[in-house]
């Protein structure tokens, strides 16, 4: 079987590592670039910002696998990557089934999109799974 997430070859992001970013710069980029326009975030709002979306899109709160610093940023340069059964039914994915989030690739800087970063990752908190237990029969 053969694994292509694994291999080494020139698509691998072996050796991609971006800077370290700085939370409140990116608390800056945030509220800059009007996120709370089609996301909400727990602690933040503004009332003056018209909303992009008849929902908008949570981050941050509790969750059951981490959100790594690939994965945000991903979600920020591709957002179109991976989308979630429920958000593709929530209607945040255009007819294609692409994200609606709009394209920052040639807008953002890349200290900017690393200081979002560095200020998103925080505002998640990895929620322990609970097991079930289930009662022990003994013949």
């Excluded at 694994?6 to 370290?20: A, H, I, K, V, Y």
């Excluded at 991903?74 to 209607?91: C, D, F, L, Q, W």
Aim: contains cysteine.
């Amino acid at each position: 079987m053969y694994l292509g997430a694994c291999t080494q070859g020139p698509d691998s992001p072996r050796g991609f590592s971006l800077p370290e970013g700085d939370p409140q710069a990116g608390e800056a980029v945030f509220i800059a670039y009007q996120c709370l326009a089609c996301h909400s975030l727990k602690g933040y709002e503004d009332t003056d910002i018209a909303p992009q979306l008849d929902k908008k899109v949570p981050l941050g709160g509790d969750v059951t696998k981490i959100k790594t610093y690939a994965e945000l940023v991903t979600s920020v340069i591709n957002p179109s990557h991976k989308i979630a059964m429920g958000y593709k039914r929530e209607g945040y994915t255009d007819e294609q089934g692409q994200s609606k989030m709009r394209n920052y690739n040639d807008v953002m800087t890349v200290t900017e999109m690393v200081n979002l970063v560095a200020f998103l990752q925080p505002q998640y908190q990895l929620k322990p799974f609970n097991r079930t237990n289930y009662p022990q029969y003994f013949p």
